[in-house]
């Protein structure tokens, strides 16, 4: 059983920038397509950025675009959210996601994709 565990969260001012960890207890953590979600009150969960275990296999929900970087480090198990010029829209839970996939190594953008979840992060960003 996959382990998602998320840091980094908080209260930030709009303008501001945040980065979100998401630390994995998977042995082989290069086979895993990775995802950010976020899911605001009220809202469904929707994708904020997916990435895959092939170099350059990225995707980015449009209102983030040129905003958010996500990046993984497969040395470190981990998975990272660099989010830059933050808005109060960004406010909501943000969850990482896996799902093992050695034969496809390209993006998912779906969460019924996904098999593994972390416990999410509250990210706050006041006006």
Known sequence: QVQLVESGG????AGGSLRLSCAASARTFSNYVMGWFRQAPGEE?????A???????????????????????NYKNSLYL??????????????????????A????????????????TQVTVSS
């Open 82 to 103: 660099q989010m830059r010029t933050l808005e109060p829209e960004d406010t909501a839970v943000y969850y990482c996601a896996a799902r093992l996939s050695p034969d």
């Open 10 to 13: 908080g209260l930030v001012q």
């Open 51 to 73: 990435i895959g275990w092939i170099v350059g296999s990225t995707y980015y929900a449009d209102s983030v675009k040129g905003r958010f970087t996500i990046s993984r480090d």
């Open 105 to 120: 190594g390209t993006y998912s953008v779906h969460p019924h994709e996904y098999d593994h979840w972390g416990q999410g």
């Open 45 to 49: 969960r929707e994708v904020v950025a």
